[in-house]
């Protein structure tokens, strides 16, 4: 058994999803299989957005209804011949009504919980595998609609939900492992043990397919993407962007938590945890090997795995002679942030203790000040601590592989090739895993910066050293 997942741009109209079954069909002869996906490309955005609209009083939300109705009905057309379509559109459209009153529930009461907005997204997954799995079926393939709320369960953290393993894993094993058809299932959506929706995070398909993959006891994920697999950086910013054939799994999560947008970094917990491969194939492109990422793989030559960055950040310095020697400062900055909900992305502290700085998103970088200032105010009116700023206009590149530990001369290598460009750095970061080196440095060097160090670990065209093993 095999967990194959189609994101939202595989799946963004008749002839997309066209190809996607064409895909699937090919294997059914010799696999089995069990099918996740994801909302049309926009659709979870779209919701969100006439969610927030229809709070307002806003009746924009009408016509973005209309609008996804529209697509899927287009989609219906296209897909089914006429005289298979009324029985097709019939629970589409039954959704899309139950859809507008929802959110015209959420317009007479002008307001949208975190629950509201949980069950208003479902929708997005709901519709497109029923249209999916319908559309399966016309072509004579067993498909079977799986709503995902009866298998994943999780606790009532709406927007964020936190998996429930134990239940979770044995749900799928009776729910799914039992069907006879090939299981067409809802990703990103879940329930709580009493059945309320919940979801997994943006873009939390991909972790879908991995709970899946566990409690089915699935030799492998595929995630299919529109790409040919996990690139040695964004090839938007570094021309000389490569496919990563082999990475490790703390490799991709560390290449997913900055900013590379491979794949939902939850995806590889359950995976770690029954040894299950993921492999990242290419939708458009479905010959392409891809990108494996498993405990085992080969190692290549090269000092480091790949190069990720985080865009829109701000550094955060508290500093001041003040916080020498004095417990309790650190974990009260972080504490302020935490309970304002902003999240760290790095932080950095030398040893003299003369200052910690962090760095968040910069959307949140005012309200975090405001927070440390709070926090410090005796501190800071006492002089023990300078006035808090955050800057703005920088970037976090992230160096990634596990080829860095304890081989010397990396940061030698990285930070004098940075050097020799001209590049100021504002904050270092390396966790004691040694399987990232993160920097913070201002966005106008970004890009200079990232084909810089691509060539320094890569070499000229890398895409074909990639191949030599070491
Ligand atoms: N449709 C959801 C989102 O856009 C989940 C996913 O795409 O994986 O976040
Ligand atoms: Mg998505």
């Known amino acids: 058994m095999r967990v194959l997942k189609f994101g939202g741009s595989s ?7 066209r190809t996607v079954v064409t895909i699937i069909q090919k294997r059914l002869s010799t696999e089995k299989l069990c099918i996740v996906l994801s909302a049309m490309r926009g659709v979870t955005d779209g919701l969100i957005r006439a969610a927030r609209d229809a709070e307002q009083g806003d009746t924009r939300y009408r016509q973005f209804v209309e ?3 529209q697509r899927k009905l287009q989609a219906v057309n296209e897909l089914f011949p006429p005289e298979q379509r009324e029985q097709t559109w019939v629970p589409l459209k039954t959704l899309c009504k139950e859809l507008m009153d929802i959110l ?26 029923i249209l999916v799995s319908s559309y399966m079926r016309s072509l004579g393939i067993p498909a079977e609609y799986v709503d995902a709320r009866s298998c994943i369960f999780t606790d009532n953290r709406h927007g964020n939900a936190v998996v429930d393993f134990k239940l979770t894993f044995q749900t799928i094993k009776k729910e799914i492992g039992r069907k006879k058809g090939i299981p067409i299932v809802t990703g990103f959506i879940a329930s709580t043990p009493e059945g309320v929706t919940t979801t997994l995070g943006r873009n939390g398909s991909d972790y ?10 699935a030799e492998a994920i595929e995630i299919w993407k529109d790409v040919d697999g996990v690139l040695s950086a964004d090839p938007d910013k570094v021309k000389d962007a490569f496919v990563i054939d082999e990475l490790s799994y703390e490799e991709a999560m560390e290449m997913s938590y900055f900013g590379a947008e ?14 299950i491969p993921i492999w990242i194939k290419n939708t458009w ?9 498993a405990r085992n793989i080969k190692r290549h030559g090269h000092a480091i795995s790949g190069i990720a960055s985080i865009e829109n950040v701000a550094l955060i310095n508290v500093e001041g002679g003040g916080m020498l020697g004095v417990p309790g400062i650190a974990s009260r900055v972080f504490s302020a942030l935490a309970e304002a909900g902003i999240n760290i992305i790095m932080i950095s502290q030398a040893s003299s203790e003369h200052s910690i700085c962090m760095v968040v998103r910069k959307e949140q970088s005012a309200e ?23 800057m703005e206009n920088l ?15 990396i940061s030698g290598k990285l930070f004098s090739a940075l050097g020799t460009q001209g590049i100021n750095i504002l904050a270092i970061a390396q966790g004691s895993s040694e399987r990232n080196i993160s920097f913070v440095i201002e966005s106008k060097d970004a890009s200079r910066a990232l084909n810089t160090i691509h060539r320094a670990f890569f070499g000229e065209n890398p895409a074909r050293n990639s191949k030599e093993v070491s």
């Open 11 to 17: 799946l963004q109209d008749a002839d997309k999803i």
């Open 67 to 69: 609008s996804l109705e």
């Open 104 to 129: 015209h529930g959420v317009e007479l009461v002008r307001e949208c919980s975190k629950r509201s907005l949980d069950l208003i997204m479902s929708f997005g997954e709901r519709l497109n595998c």
């Open 208 to 217: 879908t397919a991995s709970l899946l993959a566990a409690g089915l006891g």
């Open 262 to 275: 491979v794949i939902h970094p939850y995806t590889m917990i359950p995976a770690i945890e029954k040894n």
């Open 285 to 293: 492109n479905p010959s392409v090997r891809g990108t494996l990422i």
């Open 368 to 390: 975090a000040v405001q927070k440390l200032k709070d926090e410090l105010k005796s501190e800071i009116e006492a002089k023990q601590i300078e006035d808090i700023t955050a």
């Open 395 to 409: 970037e976090i590149v992230a160096v990634i592989g596990e080829n860095m530990r304890g081989t010397p001369g």
